[in-house]
């Protein structure tokens, strides 16, 4: 493959069309569309398509643009690593972190590889599971944090390293808080609820113990987003749940408040990885220190 037409390729995907990337590489935009072409019919696929005056990526054109940034991004690599006796390679810690983790939890998890001696640099993408899962598949993610286990529905040959568990905590604002305390959790029944979606752990989670209870709340927000759905409970829009293990950075950090809590549903967090046994010193770090002490010091007392 020639990677200048990869390169050229790169340059109109990131400015969106030739007119910009001849600009900016100090080329006409006749030689930079010559050269799309040639690298079109080398890989067999439509690069782009028309969006008005712009380009815009067709579906090969963005499984091309992947390995492309990841290309160059190794060749800008191997440059510095040549003048540095450690190898940014090894430096970098790729993970992916699934959307429907809590902020709070996701932090507490990595931040033991923040303090490695090598001062690894995190590289953080977060996703759905599924997509996240694919890329650790091909070695593009070194962990994946998540909030339940790989397993056989995924196709991915990978293994389950369980990092703690915990029960829930009910929250809302001071006024909310006050209406519905009383009586937990018959409270609830028909108290304005914010609820993770149904697809997720949690949210089945959920469901089932509302039906095991004879509880109907107000289901006022659902969404995958937890941060989305603490934004609607901080606004006092309604109750909303988070894992027990941070409640009191929860009351300390938002203002907010505990109604109840449950310990009928365990939530759990693992870290997946392409080894049995972890070897990579970032992967190593988050277990062991999730493991060790990061559940027990965060756990409010009784």
């Known amino acids: 493959m020639n990677f200048k037409h990869l ?8 400015e969106g069309s030739i007119n910009r990337a001849s600009e900016k590489l100090h ?9 799309l072409k040639l690298l079109e019919h080398e890989l067999g696929a439509r690069l782009f398509r028309k969006q008005g005056r712009n ?17 160059f991004l190794l060749g800008d690599e191997l440059k510095q690593s040549i003048h540095n006796p450690v190898s940014l390679k090894q430096q970098r810690f790729n993970i992916g972190i699934a959307d429907v983790l809590p902020k709070l939890i996701t932090y507490h998890l990595l931040e033991p590889a923040l303090n490695l001696n090598d001062a690894s640099r995190l590289i953080c993408e977060e996703g759905p599971l599924p997509s996240l899962l694919a890329d650790l598949a091909t070695q ?3 962990l994946v944090l998540a909030d339940r286990p790989l397993d056989a529905s995924f196709h991915i040959r990978g293994y389950n390293h369980l990092l703690g568990e915990c029960g829930l905590s009910f929250f809302a604002t001071r006024n909310v808080a006050a209406t519905y305390r009383a009586n937990f959790p018959a409270s609830l029944e028909g108290a304005p609820m914010l609820m993770p979606s149904a697809d997720t752990e949690r949210g089945m989670g959920l469901k089932r113990w509302f039906e095991r209870y004879k509880i109907r709340p107000d289901i006022r927000v659902e969404c995958a987003d937890t941060a989305l759905i603490e934004a609607f409970g901080l606004s006092g829009a309604g109750i909303f749940c988070a894992p027990t293990v941070i409640e009191q950075q929860m ?4 203002g907010v408040e505990v109604i109840g809590r449950m310990d009928d549903i365990r939530e759990r967090f693992y870290a997946i990885s392409l080894e049995r046994r972890v070897s990579h010193p970032g992967v190593l770090a988050v277990c062991n220190a999730a493991r060790m002490a990061l559940f027990d010091e965060l756990e409010p007392p009784a």
């Open 7 to 14: 390169r050229y390729f790169l340059v109109v995907a990131q």
């Open 27 to 35: 080329l006409t935009p006749q030689t930079i569309s010559g050269q």
């Open 55 to 71: 380009l815009k990526l067709t579906k090969a054109g963005q499984h091309a643009l992947n390995y492309a940034e990841d290309i």
């Open 140 to 142: 593009k993610l070194d």
């Open 251 to 254: 009351t300390r950090q938002y």
